[in-house]
């Protein structure tokens, strides 16, 4: 369940994006804007002026502004914004905001914004910059990275190597994105975003190496700030008897639901002499051909078939 959103909460996550004015109605900030709030809710967060089927956001235009004026409604129209649960009002392509209206504000503890942008482009911003505020997060423990273009999760116990892999793929080219502690946010029915918190960015831990500074070691390049989650790689430690028991055909492939998402997880057994790196490049490869279409198991499978027929 996600915190309610408040319009402080909108107006801080925003106003360094987007030009957006506090006018008046402060008083009032901490109103939640709805108990929880969804991706496929977000067209109601905000929209036009709209007194039949009211956002918790309603933005005054130009046209709405002189809409309301022309038909002498301005003063019952204002009164049926007010009284509603509305969260806030913008006053957008800048303008000029009558005292009336901020003085009424202020009395209804009602924020009131203003901003030079035009409603259309505020609108599309604002629904923008808050589906990753809005979006549901976990933070997982593992290396985050991208590999062959793609969002990779490298899980594994506690000083298994994970650090030491990752290290070695960056060395191969490829990119950190965050090292033990990724956030991942629920941006779309079944995507999934990854990003690094402030605090690690560009760093990371590696025994005997102390924490290192990926970007200034190796460059920009070898730094991505987000990727979306297309596999895990799960390194585990495995007996013989264990190993002889994977499927020869098909490895140890599973589904992982995170955050209701499901996410193809790869195991990679750990044994002495055995190139992590090189599997992993092998395993992301060949999950793209699965995803794809091109499954080499069923393809050798069916040949054979062929063959002894």
């Known amino acids: 369940m996600l915190h309610p959103l408040t319009p402080l909460d909108l107006f801080q996550h925003l106003q360094d994006n987007i030009d957006l004015k506090w006018v008046a109605g402060k008083a009032n900030a901490q109103r939640p804007l709805r108990s929880s709030l969804y991706l496929n809710k977000l067209s109601t967060l905000i929209g036009h002026l709209n007194l039949i089927h009211p956002n918790r956001i309603q933005v005054i235009g130009k046209k709405e502004w002189h809409y309301l004026q022309k038909h002498n409604s301005l003063n019952d129209s204002l009164n049926d914004i007010f009284t509603r649960r509305t969260a806030a009002i913008i006053f957008t392509n800048g303008q000029e905001i009558p005292q009336e209206l901020i003085d009424k504000a202020n009395k209804r503890n009602m924020p009131l914004l203003q901003s030079d942008v035009n409603s259309g482009d505020l609108i599309d911003a604002v629904r923008f910059y808050i589906s ?178």
């Open 132 to 309: 990753d505020l809005l979006s549901e997060k976990i933070t997982l423990h593992g290396v985050f990275m991208e590999v062959m273009g793609s969002g990779i999760l490298i899980t594994g116990e506690s000083s298994i190597g994970k650090s030491e892999l990752a290290l070695e793929l960056i060395t191969r080219g490829h990119r950190l994105i965050a090292d033990d502690a990724p956030i991942f946010s629920r941006i779309g029915p079944n995507l999934l975003d990854g990003s690094c918190p402030d605090v690690l960015k560009d760093f990371m831990e590696v025994r005997g190496l102390g924490v290192l500074d990926i970007r200034a070691m190796y460059g920009e390049n070898a730094i991505k700030p987000n990727k979306h989650l297309r596999l895990v790689i799960h390194l585990e430690r495995m007996t013989q008897e264990s190993q002889q028991q994977l499927d020869r055909l098909y490895g140890s492939r599973s589904v992982k639901t995170i955050l209701e998402v499901p996410i193809t997880e790869i195991k990679l057994p750990v044994a002495s002499g055995r190139n992590l790196a090189v599997m992993v490049e092998a395993a992301v490869r060949n999950h793209i051909l699965i995803e794809n279409g091109h499954n080499a198991s069923d393809e050798f499978i069916k040949r054979q078939q062929e063959h002894m027929q």
